[in-house]
T-cell receptor, first 113, second 113 residues
Framework: NAGVTQTPKFRILKIGQSMTLQCAQD?????MYWYRQDPGMGLKLIYY???????DKGEVPNGYNVSRSTTEDFPLRLELAAPSQTSVYFC????????????FGSGTQLSVL | RKEVEQDPGPFNVPEGATVAFNCTYSNSASQSFFWYRQDCRKEPKLLMSVYSSGNEDGRFTAQLNRASQYISLLIRDSKLSDSATYLCVVNKWGETGANNLFFGTGTRLTVIP
């Protein structure tokens, strides 16, 4: 198993540009999450999904959109990038009903200039 | 009030020292508690779960006080390899019934030779 795979690892955007952060897991996990981590801060939940076709907002959803058309994939979309979205983004997944251990991707470092 | 609050540190301790981290959480209905470890520029990884009766894993001891909504992590005989940021993580049930995990800002530990 590859686990949780995130792409890209690094990206620089100009203000107003859009992009999609990709996340895929091959563990058949039903729960998937997007977190952002600002320097010196903890992780903040952006969006989550409890299964294909179901998504919901977390603590800081503004400026982002997600979709979950399959169990495996959970892309995060930034429509109009702003400097405040400069952060490290982590995708994670877990299996409901088992231990609540989160499996994380390796992160995407995004800078909006 | 934040869901999870931690002393950010940093804690700088000599090898072999004992160090303790504390964490408080705001939601009295929370049922699951964890400590995650995060190395610089890496994704968080589960260190240990925290059980009501307290639990130990080698040099690490975790304790929970539900009445005070307080969690602790004790590290004995600190090693250089323990240098990392330690994240306190607590669950909270969302409005849709989903069980999500919320992260503290982390406590930075540096073990000095």
């Amino acid at each position: 198993n590859a686990g949780v795979t995130q792409t890209p690892k690094f990206r620089i955007l100009k203000i107003g540009q859009s992009m999609t952060l990709q996340c895929a897991q091959d563990m058949n996990h039903n729960y998937m999450y997007w977190y952002r981590q600002d320097p010196g801060m903890g992780l903040k939940l952006i969006y989550y999904s409890v299964g294909a076709g179901i998504t919901d907002k977390g603590e800081v959803p503004n400026g982002y959109n997600v979709s979950r058309s399959t169990t495996e994939d959970f892309p995060l979309r930034l429509e109009l990038a702003a400097p405040s979205q400069t952060s490290v983004y982590f995708c994670a997944s877990r299996l409901q009903g088992s231990s609540e251990k989160l499996f994380f991707g390796s992160g995407t470092q995004l800078s909006v200039l | 009030r934040k869901e999870v609050e931690q002393d950010p540190g940093p804690f700088n301790v000599p090898e072999g020292a004992t160090v303790a981290f504390n964490c408080t959480y705001s939601n009295s209905a929370s049922q699951s508690f964890f400590w995650y470890r995060q190395d610089c520029r890496k994704e968080p990884k589960l260190l240990m779960s925290v059980y009501s009766s307290g639990n130990e894993d080698g040099r690490f001891t975790a304790q929970l006080n539900r009445a005070s909504q307080y969690i602790s992590l004790l590290i004995r005989d600190s090693k250089l390899s323990d240098s990392a940021t330690y994240l306190c993580v607590v669950n909270k049930w969302g409005e849709t019934g989903a069980n999500n995990l919320f992260f503290g800002t982390g406590t930075r530990l540096t073990v000095i030779p």
